[in-house]
T-cell receptor
């Protein structure tokens, strides 16, 4: 079974600075998807960014980018120019492409605080 | 992405009672899932809601405790039965894929925050 590990329970960063959140995963599959979700105090899960394992190019979405290292099974999230609205819990998640096993497997989460 | 509406958004329930959570999507979707998030924890999949057939439950979750329905491609319900304080959690509906395709991204509703007293 796949597992996802986020080793940083909490992180903090100064507003306008850059922060990187770590995520590692374990799988024997060669094709899969990886995601970062954000959960603000409103508790809604918001998709931040998605990476397809077959793509070598790292995904980017405005101020958010990932460093996907497939061999190392590492998938970190970089947030540039941090804003107060980025404060939230961030969850890394894995999704198989195998029929019947397409659930999301989540890491434990990282609570990100933005200091003004 | 699909717009997902969950009701109720929040409720306080008496021990021993049951509550049904509704999930409505604004378009037909291939897959619907129900997750639980206990206080301070990550998300855990309860079951995959299958249209027109019994849901597929994850280990540790049973149909008698969490009956699920999915009568069509846009609607599902999750019932939390015979509630105890340990069932106090956020329950999230999620969907994937426009009908006819698997879709690679899962989107979430706003969640239903249940407190059992």
């Amino acid at each position: 079974a796949q597992t996802v590990t986020q080793s940083q329970p909490e992180m903090s960063v100064q507003e306008a600075e850059t922060v990187t959140l770590s995520c590692t995963y374990d799988t024997s599959e060669s094709d899969y998807y990886l995601f970062w979700y954000k959960q603000p105090p409103s508790r809604q899960m918001i998709l931040v960014i998605r990476q397809e394992a077959y793509k070598q190019q790292n995904a980017t979405e405005n101020r958010f980018s990932v460093n996907f290292q497939k061999a190392a099974k590492s998938f970190s999230l970089k947030i540039s120019d941090s804003q107060l609205g980025d404060a939230a819990m961030y969850f890394c998640a894995y999704r198989s492409v195998i029929q019947g096993a397409q659930k999301l497997v989540f890491g434990q989460g990282t609570r990100l605080t933005i200091n003004p | 992405s699909a717009v997902i509406s969950q009701k109720p958004s929040r409720d306080i329930c008496q021990r021993g009672t049951s509550l049904t959570i509704q999930c409505q999507v604004d378009s037909q979707v291939t897959m619907m899932f129900w997750y639980r998030q206990q206080p301070g924890q990550s998300l855990t999949l309860i079951a995959t809601a299958n249209q027109g057939s019994e849901a597929t439950y994850e280990s540790g979750f049973v149909i008698d405790k969490f009956p699920i329905s999915r009568p069509n491609l846009t609607f599902s319900t999750l019932t939390v039965s015979n509630m105890s304080p340990e069932d106090s959690s956020i329950y999230l509906c999620s969907v994937s894929g426009q009908w006819g395709s698997s879709g690679n991204t899962i989107y979430f509703g706003e969640g239903s925050w249940l407190t059992v007293v």
